[in-house]
């Protein structure tokens, strides 16, 4: 049984998820193995590159991120579950400092710092005062990682209900369960979740180049809904994720 298993949901993902597996390949600590959900929706040759790349791929027919997520869970062998995504780097001693921080059998869940490799200035200042927030939160007792950083150990995942055990604090079509599922583990799992900002992922930064800097904030204003479900005025702004595709 590998000591971790990181699952990286995909649809369309070829021009990514390559860089994103290579960077995985290099890791200094090699217990691992690579699950790769991709979407049966894909058109592209995503299962091509990722098999290429000796990643386990299966395939979902449910259509959501989280789903993928946890598709990704129920096949995995790993104690520990790492949950990224396509278009994420890791740097090589990822997987090493995650296991040091995991020695500890009170930690279940840990999440780190995000700089996207290809944003502008003002984007890559803009994640890193996210993290920031994040680590503060987790220290006020408010788990909250995003999805393309998020490590949990399989029981305490399974336990906690999952991705798909978790409800939006309102409704819409899209997909966000992330930081849900975090908040949720922390108030069902008892146990220890680490935020440390001496361990870095470095996502894309497409959806901030696609929407521009503005729209890109207002499509993740759910977040403060999440935080904080009894302000109307944030569940107001969460409804812009809705509208802007």
């Known amino acids: 049984m590998p ?18 597996l290579k960077s995985i390949a290099r890791q200094t600590f ?3 193995e690579t699950i790769v959900v991709v979407d049966d929706r894909t058109q592209d040759a995503t299962a091509e590159v990722a098999e290429r790349e000796g990643a386990k791929v299966i395939f979902c027919s449910k259509h959501t991120v989280s789903d993928g997520r946890h598709m990704g869970a129920m ?13 994420t780097l890791v740097p090589p ?10 020695r500890n059998d009170n930690v279940v869940a840990l999440s780190g710092l995000a700089i996207p490799y290809d944003a502008p200035l003002i984007g890559k200042i803009e994640y890193f005062v996210w993290s920031l927030g994040r680590c503060v939160l987790n220290r006020l007792g408010m788990f909250f990682p995003p999805g393309y950083f998020t490590v949990v150990r399989r029981d305490a995942y399974f336990k906690a209900g999952g ?3 978790v409800e939006m604090p309102y409704k819409i ?3 966000g369960k992330d930081g849900i599922f975090g908040l949720e583990l922390a108030r069902r799992i008892k146990g220890k979740t680490v ?7 470095f996502p894309s930064s497409r959806r901030m180049h696609k929407l521009g800097f503005l729209k890109f904030n207002l499509y993740y204003a759910y977040i403060l809904n999440h935080l904080f479900p009894s302000v ?5 702004l969460a409804q812009f994720k809705e509208r802007i595709k």
Not at 6 to 11: D, F, G, Q, T, Y
Not at 195 to 201: C, E, H, M, N, S
Not at 232 to 236: H, M, S
Request: proline share 2%.
């Open 3 to 20: 000591k971790f298993s990181v699952i990286i949901p995909a649809l369309n993902e070829e021009r990514y998820i390559g860089l994103t």
């Open 30 to 32: 090699k217990d691992l």
């Open 75 to 87: 096949h995995a062998k790993g104690e520990i579950l790492v949950f990224t995504d396509a278009d």
């Open 93 to 102: 001693d990822f997987l090493e400092k995650i296991e040091w921080e995991f």
């Open 163 to 165: 991705y798909v055990g």
């Open 173 to 175: 079509s899209l997909d």
């Open 195 to 201: 935020y440390r900002l001496d361990v870095a992922v």
């Open 232 to 236: 109307k005025l944030f569940e107001k």
